[in-house]
């Protein structure tokens, strides 16, 4: 059952893909992809005192969820899968920084804004958390 599933989600991944407009920052070794998208929730400060305001460029990261599937469908031990992951997501973090800065409009890039229920592992990632429902103002 589970190995349908995965063919059915790698029969449908290229039509999502299509459809989001997502873009490859390397297909083969970054485990994201990416848009450029408009900040639309309330206005945020950041620990560091960045200023994200509402219709800001944000780079939009999406995990490449049926690739990663994939990869560990293989791995038996949950411990050893949360590794891969981690080791996944911190190799393409370098990555993602610079597509930003080779980006025609870095400039114009405030930040990264992804959507996540691993919270635990993300701080050590050095990624700085929020709570989304606190600032979204259409639930």
């Given at each position: 059952m589970r190995s349908y599933l995965?063919?059915?989600?790698?029969?449908?991944d290229p039509l999502y893909y299509l459809l989001t407009r997502l873009e490859y920052i390397d297909r083969h070794s970054n485990i994201f992809r990416v848009r450029i998208t408009k900040?639309?929730?309330?206005?945020?400060?950041?620990?560091?005192?960045?200023?994200?305001?509402?219709?800001?460029?944000?780079?939009?990261?999406?995990l490449h969820n049926v690739k990663l599937l994939n990869e560990l469908k293989s791995v038996k031990c949950t411990v050893r899968r949360g590794r891969i992951i981690f080791q996944k997501v911190h190799f393409s973090m370098p990555l993602?920084?610079?597509?930003?800065?080779?980006?025609?409009?870095?400039?114009?890039?405030?930040?990264?804004?992804?959507?996540?229920?691993?919270?635990?592992?993300?701080r050590n990632l050095v990624l700085r958390l929020f709570d989304l429902a606190a600032h979204f103002t259409d639930y």
């Open positions: 995965l063919t059915f989600w790698n029969i449908l900040y639309k929730g309330k206005d945020v400060v950041l620990s560091d005192g960045t200023k994200i305001n509402k219709n800001d460029k944000m780079l939009k990261i999406h993602i920084a610079e597509y930003i800065h080779n980006h025609k409009n870095s400039n114009e890039i405030k930040g990264v804004i992804g959507i996540t229920m691993l919270h635990k592992g993300a």
